[in-house]
């Protein structure tokens, strides 16, 4: 059974870091990911790891302040958070895929496995 626990949130003020971490059990597969969900909008794609490629990918709007990356010793993905911003203030889910990504990895329905969330806030 794949269970995946998220780990970090918090507030912080715009400008200000923070490092989410999802540790994974059970997952033997390649791909994982970050996404997001702000009250009364649709869940959407921060960033994913491709461990199979040794590639990442990560939305427009968190390029060059957002960093994903993976340990594998400890099963854990890290997603480093820094310059936020008051419109990342949301829930963030860390994501695994059976085997391989999904075609369009932003396309939050194609993934398999979801943890409970850790919320961040940010104020101006």
């Known amino acids: 059974q794949v269970q995946l626990v998220e780990s970090g949130g918090g507030s912080v003020q715009a400008g200000g870091s923070l490092r989410l971490s999802c540790v994974a059990s059970?997952?033997?597969?390649?791909?994982m990911g970050w996404f997001r969900q702000a009250p009364g909008k649709e869940r959407e794609g921060v960033a994913v790891?491709?461990?199979?490629?040794?590639?990442?990918d990560s939305a427009d709007s968190v390029k060059g302040r957002f960093t994903i990356s993976q340990d594998n010793a400890k099963n854990t993905l890290y997603l480093q958070m820094n310059s936020l911003k008051p419109e990342d203030t949301a829930m963030y889910y860390c994501a695994a895929d059976i085997g391989f990504c999904p075609g369009v990895w932003r396309n939050w329905k194609d993934w398999d496995y979801w943890g409970r969330g850790t919320q961040v806030t940010v104020s101006s």
């Open positions: 790891f491709n461990s199979r490629a040794r590639s990442t």
């Open positions: 059970g997952y033997s597969g390649y791909c």
